[in-house]
């Protein structure tokens, strides 16, 4: 399961990061990495723009950031 | 007198600037750092025989530098010399925060840490206990309160103290495998003549398991590289193998959480409840809602641009007149008394002019920024502005670029990515801007009816933004390719504004675009006016002074005195210039008078309006002058018209936009291509609509 499969309120354990260099490193620097819990607060209309929060941190993805990041419940 | 130098270091939004601000007796210089426009501050501080010096460097996440401020930043770390790191971290996120501090911790540096924003942990009923963390970390703890003024007054203290103590048990053990790899590689590198200390040797190996390209390229030129270069890949090979993972950058990332999670878990007791911020987030970023909330939100920001701002405007533009009359009547007549009173203030004036505007939109973006709010909005509009190769953030400089283009530039700071800042900059120009209005406002009183005036003036502004768009997804497209850079972005708390902060930051805009639009606009109205009243034709004077002196009735005065005005505008040197550049104009229907608007308007774009008032030989006039009207519907044809308020919208914005961009984009490539495409492109977009039209009978 990845945060693009999530439902609003949903609340998971990070699994794993695809995401590319540099953008891994920055999502790691945000807290997104294994084992924190990630929540999802929020997204746009369409689901192009989520919004997660992850250690009380609250992050703003695109797309392709939300589904490079495998989940479990 | 002992001197201390320390930087201040810690991730954006943890109040890094407050607590600048808050403490006492501070003086504060703002610059540039070397060779980039990133702002630099600085503070000194005396305290007990020391002379404390702080730099605040720009916020960074992590040593994975990023954005063009965090490499600031991370050059400064690495490269510069000083005595203490002072480390802020937001203790409302205090994980996150101190995954960073243990990524500084592996430096081995004399090193505090400021744990800010405290009052915001206890009102939510949560504590954090500093002893315990300070020997969890091996370095001194301060808890502090920018906002409330709580414990800033001990960081000079602890400041000198740290310097004072030599010990420094600041050092994070790693899970054993890979210590034992850390071991090996430093070990090899300690081979190295160059490099001589133990700490430094650790440091770099760890960073060069994390590929680390800066720490790599300092490497690089060492003898000692190929074997170490040859150890590090086998170092990796064992560890990727040993942990189960791709890439030895998970490793450290996983470890760093791990560790940072287990210390918050150990010194920190914070009872969750739902915060203001989720309360408020659920109405602005609703799904439905949050747009049209936004779109209000900026709607009233224009208006107070626009309406409050254009109160003083009068008042400015009387009192600039009243002193260039004055200083006209005590400086003794002659040139320069022409070159300042006629030429430099005047252009000066118009720029201040336009400083309350600026000013209230500064403000209003700098509230928007310190609320938490802009990261809002740049969520709610990231979808559409993704669209033709933009970012959410993207709108606040366009936006900005409808009231002047100089702030908009400076406003497209905000956008981290280099490529997505410099494709916005590209685009502001065709935001058009208040100076392009009277322009505007005198070419469709004279060619359009009436009653569709506001509709035509509607569709430029709308055309133009299309067009900036079009263009934007055209440069992504051509050059550089592919979608744009990911958007990863914290969503900051909403908080409310410090004042003092607010005061701050639109005291150094305000210095700084003074000192810009001053020392720039000051100069170009000096060339303008030479290039305007040189040469001097003796011989026209005098014919014409004659004239003047048996003129019957003021009527006919006055028409000689333009037509003289014009006659030496003509032989002028900008006259000559416009005859010379004609041929290029002409397949727009241009005259030379119109060319050399055209060219002026590079100078400011209200000045096409008194230049072609001039050359049209009607003396002072405005935008509503009859007369002027009627002269231009004698001497322009519709479809030139049309020509010419194309060219206004899209060439190059006025010479103060210019340098700005210029002094915000260091590559000489860039500076010339933004130079000469708008032009090509203006020129373009001119000739077809002068040519359709011709084509459908205008």
């Given at each position: 399961m990845r945060v693009s499969d999530m439902k609003i309120g949903d609340e998971a354990v990070i699994k794993k990061v695809t995401a590319e260099e540099p953008i891994r490193s920055r999502l790691y620097a945000m807290g997104i990495t294994r084992g924190n819990r990630i929540k999802l607060l929020d997204h746009t209309l369409k689901k192009q723009t989520w919004e997660v929060e992850i250690e009380g941190t609250r992050v703003a993805l695109r797309d392709e950031e939300a589904k490079s990041i495998e989940v479990e419940k | 007198m002992k001197k201390i130098k320390a930087v201040m270091v810690g991730q954006p939004n943890v109040g890094k600037s407050s607590i600048i601000n808050a403490i006492s007796n501070a003086r504060l210089h703002v610059g540039n750092f070397a060779g980039v426009t990133v702002e630099k501050k600085e503070v000194e501080i005396t305290k007990n025989e020391y002379e404390l010096d702080i730099v605040d460097l720009p916020g960074i996440y992590s040593l994975h530098a990023y954005t063009p401020e965090e490499h600031v930043t991370k050059k400064y770390l690495l490269q510069e010399e000083y005595d203490v790191i002072i480390n802020v971290v937001d203790a409302n996120v205090l994980q996150r925060n101190l995954i960073f501090t243990l990524q500084l911790l592996d430096m081995q540096k004399k090193m505090i840490l400021v744990v800010n924003m405290i009052d915001e942990v206890e009102e939510k009923g949560g504590s954090i206990d500093a002893q315990k963390l300070s020997e969890l970390l091996g370095i001194p703890v301060i808890l502090t309160s920018a906002k409330q003024k709580r414990g800033v007054e001990e960081i000079p203290d602890k400041l000198i103290e740290i310097y004072e103590s030599t010990r420094c048990d600041c050092k994070i053990y790693y899970n054993e495998k890979i210590e034992e790899e850390i071991e090996k590689l430093s070990t090899i590198l300690l081979?190295?003549?160059?490099?001589?200390?133990s700490k430094i040797a650790r440091f770099y190996t760890i960073r060069l398991l994390e590929k680390d390209e800066d720490v790599y390229k300092i490497i690089h030129d060492l003898p000692i590289f190929l074997e170490l270069h040859e150890a590090l890949g086998e170092s990796m090979k064992r560890l990727e193998l040993e942990f189960d993972i791709d890439d030895v950058r998970d490793l450290f990332a996983q470890e760093r959480n791990a560790l940072a999670k287990s210390i918050v878990m150990q010194v920190m007791q914070l009872p969750r409840k739902e915060s203001l911020t989720d309360k408020i987030d659920k109405i602005l970023i609703h799904p439905i809602f949050g747009l049209p909330i936004f779109l209000f939100f900026m709607w009233a920001l224009f208006q107070l641009t626009f309406e409050i701002g254009s109160i003083p405007m009068d008042y400015i533009d009387q009192t600039v007149s009243n002193f260039a009359d004055w200083l006209k009547g005590i400086l003794p007549p002659g040139d320069l008394n022409s070159v300042i009173t006629d030429g430099v203030i005047p252009a000066v004036g118009a720029i201040i002019m336009f400083l309350p505007n600026i000013l209230i939109l500064f403000l209003g973006i700098n509230l928007l920024e310190q609320t938490g709010y802009m990261s809002r909005a740049a969520f709610l509009l990231d979808g559409f502005l993704k669209k033709f190769g933009l970012q959410g953030k993207a709108f606040i400089p366009l936006v900005s670029g409808f009231g002047c283009t100089v702030p908009a530039y400076m406003a497209a700071r905000t956008l981290k990515n280099p490529k997505d800042r410099l494709i916005t900059m590209l685009i502001l120009g065709f935001m058009n801007c208040s100076a392009r209005l009277p322009v505007y406002v005198l070419f469709i009183a004279a060619f359009f009816p009436t009653h569709s005036a506001g509709n035509v003036l509607f569709a430029i502004y709308i055309l133009g933004a299309i067009l900036g768009l079009i263009v934007a997804k055209i440069l992504r497209i051509v050059l550089f390719k592919g979608e744009p850079e990911p958007f990863v972005m914290e969503m900051p708390p909403y908080r409310f504004p410090s004042l003092k902060a607010l005061a701050m930051e639109l005291w150094i805009k305000t210095k700084l675009f003074i000192k810009k639009a001053g020392t720039f606009i000051a100069g170009t109205a000096m060339i303008i006016w030479f290039l305007s009243s040189y040469p001097v034709d003796q011989k026209l004077i005098h014919i014409y002074e004659q004239k003047i002196e048996f003129a019957k009735s003021e009527q006919e005065k006055t028409k000689l005195q333009n037509e003289l005005a014009a006659k030496s505008l003509e032989n002028s040197y900008l006259g000559q210039f416009g005859k010379a550049i004609e041929p290029i104009f002409a397949p727009l229907g241009f005259d030379w008078r119109m060319s050399v608007a055209t060219i002026s308007g590079l100078a400011a774009k209200e000045v096409v309006v008194s230049t072609l008032a001039t050359l049209y030989a009607v003396g002072e006039a405005d935008e509503n002058n009859s007369t002027f009207i009627q002269k231009l519907r004698e001497n322009i044809d519709f479809k030139a018209a049309i020509a010419l308020i194309i060219i206004i919208m899209i060439y190059s914005p006025c010479v103060a936009a210019m340098s700005t961009f210029y002094a915000e984009v260091p590559q000489w490539a860039w500076r010339t291509f933004y130079t000469i495409y708008p032009n090509v492109l203006a020129w373009i977009m001119a000739f077809l609509a002068y040519n359709i039209l011709s084509v459908a009978g205008f």
């Open positions: - | 081979k190295s003549p160059h490099i001589q200390d």
